[in-house]
C-alpha cells in the first residue's frame, strides 16, 4: 500500500501527459483532467500524510503538479507550456527533489536506496553524508539530462517523437542511474575511506566491519580470528578475511588463525579509539592467541585509510659495497660492543643469525662481547707509531690488557662485524674504544689511492684484503639522520683504509618493536634475511644491496611508531624496569 502510495504520482503525471496529449494539448480540453488528477494527486498525499508515508518523489510530483495546475488556470501561458511538458514537469520535479534537500541539509532522497545495504553505525556519519552527497550529485545531472532529453524534438511524426522522447530519459535513468545507485556508494566507501564509526554495540560492530573491509589493503589477507568477548555483551564469532570479502559468523572456527579473548565493552572502545588499544594489549588487559600481526592489519583494513600519512619509502642503497671471490671468507671474527644479554639485544639477534647462516656454508666464527674484556681508552700517545711501531704501551706486560689478543683477532678475520646499539647516533662507547684502539695495525704514513682517498697503509699487509659488515638495532623508525653519524664513521674507515673494505650495513631501526607479537612478521623476515646474508657473504663474496634494505624498513609509519612507543613507555613509566618487563627476542 505504502509503495503504491509512493509511486502513484508518477502514473498521475503519466496519466496527465496522455490525456493532454490525447486533447491535441488544447488547454480547454485538458483544465478537467488537469483539475481531476491534481485532486487526486492531493488526496494522494493527504493519505499518505496520515500513513506517515514519507517520500521525496511524492513530495516532487505533487508540489510541480499543484505549481502547474495553478499555471493552467491562473496563467494560460505558462499553462500551455506546462501541459505541452508534462513529462519534463515531471522530471522538473525530480530534480528539484536532487536541488532542495542539500540546500537545507534536509534528508537526501539517496539515502533510501543506499541506506539498506550499511548499519546504522555507518549511515548517520558524515562520511556516509559525503557519498550520497555525490550520488545526489549524479541523480541531479541525470533527471536534468531526462527533461533536455524529453524536450528535444527527434522526429516530425509526434507518434514517434513521443515514443523516442519518452523512452530516452528512460533508458538513461535505468542503465546509468540504478547501477550507481547500486554501486557507488560501495565504490566511495573504499576510495575516500571511512571515518571514525562509532559503534553502539558489538553486534552493530561485527554487523559493520564486512562492510567497511579496505578491498585494497586486504589484497592477499586470508585469515580467521576468532572472538570471545566476555562482560556485557558476551559474544562468541569470528570474522573470516580472504578473497578482498570479510564475513563475520557466529560461534567458534575449527581453525582460527588467531583468537582473541577481550571484555566486550573494553573492545568496543578499542574499536570506536576511546581506548588505545596498544596500550590495552602492553597492559595485557586482553590476549591475542596465535597470529598477532592481524592487529595491525586490522588498523589498516578498516581504520581509515586517508588518516594515516603515506610512510615514506626507505631510500635505496647506493653505496658501493666491497664484493670479493666467491669462498674466500673463511675466517668470522664479531666485535660486539653492545651491553645487552643474547635475549635482549636487537643488534646480537640480527648478528647472531648471520653468523649461523655462515657456519652453516662452513665459516668460522669468534665472538667477542666486548663489554666482557679490558679495553683501556687509547691515550693518543702514538707510541704505536713511533717508539714501538705496531705495538701499544698496553701492550706491556705490567699494564696489559684485552687489546693484544683481541687485535690479533682482527688481524687475522678474512671478515670483521663490528656490532652496536646505536647509541647517540653512533657505537657505543666500547666499540669505539675499541677501533680507536685498532691504530697499532696501522702505519702514520700516508697513501693517496687514485680514487683520491687518503690512507695509512696497512702494517700486517701480508695477511691482505679483509671484509668488514656493521650491524646495528635503533629505537628511532628512522636510517636517515639517525644512523647518519655511525655510517659516516665505518665509510670513512672503509675509504681511509688500505685493505679494510665495508662489505655491508645491516641498521634495524624501530627494533623496540620486534619483539612485540605483532610485528612477530617483521622479526622472522630479518632473521631469514641475516641468515640469507651470512651463506651470501661465505659462498658469493657479497651481500645483496635488497637484503639490507629490507632490515632497513620498520614497516611502520611514524605516527603509528609514536603511539606504539608512547603506550608501551607510559605502560612503564616509573614503575618497572625495562629489560625485567619487555618480552625477549628469542
Ligand atoms: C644511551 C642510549 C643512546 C641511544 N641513542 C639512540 C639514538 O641516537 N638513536 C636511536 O634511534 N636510538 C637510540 N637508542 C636506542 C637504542 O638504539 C635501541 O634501544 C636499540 O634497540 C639498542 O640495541 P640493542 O638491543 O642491540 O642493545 C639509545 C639507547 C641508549 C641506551
Redesign the pocket.
Known amino acids: 500500500m505504502k509503495n503504491i502510495i509512493k509511486y502513484l504520482p508518477f502514473v498521475f503525471m503519466i496519466a496527465l501527459n496522455v490525456f493532454a496529449e490525447g486533447s491535441g494539448y488544447r488547454m480547454r480540453n485538458v483544465q478537467p483532467f488537469v483539475l481531476i488528477i491534481t485532486g487526486l494527486l492531493l488526496v494522494n498525499f493527504i493519505i499518505a500524510y496520515f500513513l506517515k508515508v514519507k517520500n521525496h518523489f511524492l513530495y516532487g510530483l505533487t508540489g510541480i503538479a499543484i505549481i502547474g495546475a495553478l499555471m493552467v488556470f491562473f496563467s494560460p501561458r505558462l499553462g500551455q507550456l506546462y501541459i505541452e511538458n508534462i513529462i519534463a514537469t515531471m522530471y522538473l520535479g525530480l530534480l528539484l527533489v536532487t536541488i532542495i534537500p542539500p540546500i537545507f541539509k534536509l534528508r537526501l532522497f539517496t539515502y533510501d536506496f543506499s541506506e539498506k545495504n550499511y548499519t546504522e553505525s555507518i549511515t548517520k556519519g558524515e562520511r556516509f553524508y559525503q557519498i550520497n552527497l555525490i550520488l545526489n550529485f549524479v541523480w541531479s545531472v541525470l533527471f536534468l539530462s531526462a527533461i533536455v532529453l524529453t524536450i528535444i524534438r527527434y522526429n516530425t511524426d509526434n507518434a514517434i517523437n513521443t515514443i523516442i522522447a519518452t523512452l530516452l530519459p528512460i533508458t538513461l535513468l535505468l542503465i546509468v542511474g540504478i547501477p550507481l545507485t547500486k554501486y557507488l556508494p560501495g565504490f566511495l566507501m573504499q576510495k575516500l575511506g571511512g571515518e571514525q564509526i562509532k559503534f553502539a554495540t558489538i553486534k552493530d560492530l561485527f554487523a559493520s566491519m564486512p562492510l567497511g573491509l579496505n578491498k585494497k589493503k586486504s589484497k592477499g589477507v586470508n585469515t580467521v580470528v576468532q572472538f570471545f568477548l566476555t562482560g556485557e555483551e558476551p559474544t562468541t564469532g569470528h570474522l573470516i578475511i580472504s578473497e578482498q570479502q570479510c564475513t563475520y559468523n557466529e560461534g567458534e572456527h575449527p581453525n582460527p588463525k588467531t583468537i582473541i579473548r577481550c571484555d566486550s565493552q573494553l573492545w568496543l572502545d578499542i574499536s570506536n579509539n576511546d581506548v588505545s588499544g596498544d596500550k590495552a594489549f602492553i597492559n595485557n588487559e586482553y590476549e591475542i592467541e596465535g597470529d598477532a600481526t592481524i592487529m595491525l592489519q586490522f588498523v589498516e583494513m578498516f581504520a581509515p585509510p586517508k588518516k594515516e600519512k603515506k610512510r615514506k619509502k626507505v631510500k635505496p642503497l647506493t653505496y658501493d659495497y666491497k664484493q670479493i671471490e666467491s669462498k674466500k671468507i673463511k675466517n668470522i671474527v664479531v666485535f660486539d660492543g ?3 644479554s643474547n635475549k ?5 639477534f640480527m648478528v647472531n643469525h648471520f653468523i649461523n647462516g655462515a657456519k652453516e656454508v662452513g665459516a668460522n666464527v669468534e665472538y667477542f662481547k666486548l663489554k666482557d674484556y679490558n679495553i683501556k681508552e687509547c691515550t693518543g700517545c702514538y707510541s704505536c707509531w713511533t717508539k714501538s711501531p705496531g705495538e701499544c704501551i698496553f701492550d706491556d706486560k705490567k699494564v696489559a690488557d684485552d687489546m693484544f689478543m683481541l687485535r690479533k683477532k682482527y688481524r687475522e678475520a678474512d671478515l670483521v662485524v663490528f656490532a652496536s ?5 653512533n657505537v657505543s662507547g666500547i666499540l669505539k674504544t675499541f677501533m680507536d684502539r685498532l691504530l697499532p695495525v696501522l702505519q702514520p704514513y700516508m697513501l693517496l689511492n687514485d680514487r683520491g682517498n687518503i690512507m695509512h697503509p696497512d702494517r700486517f699487509p701480508e695477511k691482505g684484503e679483509q671484509g668488514f659488515v656493521v650491524f646495528s ?4 623508525p628512522d636510517v636517515a639522520h ?1 644512523f647518519d653519524g655511525l655510517t659516516g664513521m665505518f665509510r670513512a674507515w672503509d675509504s681511509h683504509n688500505e685493505n679494510s673494505h665495508l662489505m655491508g650495513e645491516f641498521y634495524m631501526p624501530a ?2 618493536m620486534i619483539v612485540q607479537p605483532v610485528y612477530q612478521a617483521r622479526k622472522e623476515l630479518i632473521k631469514e634475511l641475516c641468515i640469507k646474508a651470512g651463506k651470501q657473504i661465505v659462498t658469493e663474496g657479497l651481500i645483496e644491496k635488497e637484503i639490507m634494505h629490507t632490515i632497513q624498513d620498520p614497516l611502520v609509519s611514524k605516527e603509528t611508531f609514536q603511539k606504539q612507543a608512547d603506550a608501551f613507555w607510559e605502560s612503564l613509566d616509573g614503575k618497572k624496569s625495562y629489560l625485567a618487563n619487555v618480552p625477549k627476542i628469542n
Do not use: V
Open positions: 653492545g651491553y645487552r635482549n639485544s636487537k643488534t646480537t646499539p646505536l647509541y647517540i647516533f638495532a635503533s629505537g628511532f639517525n627494533a623496540e
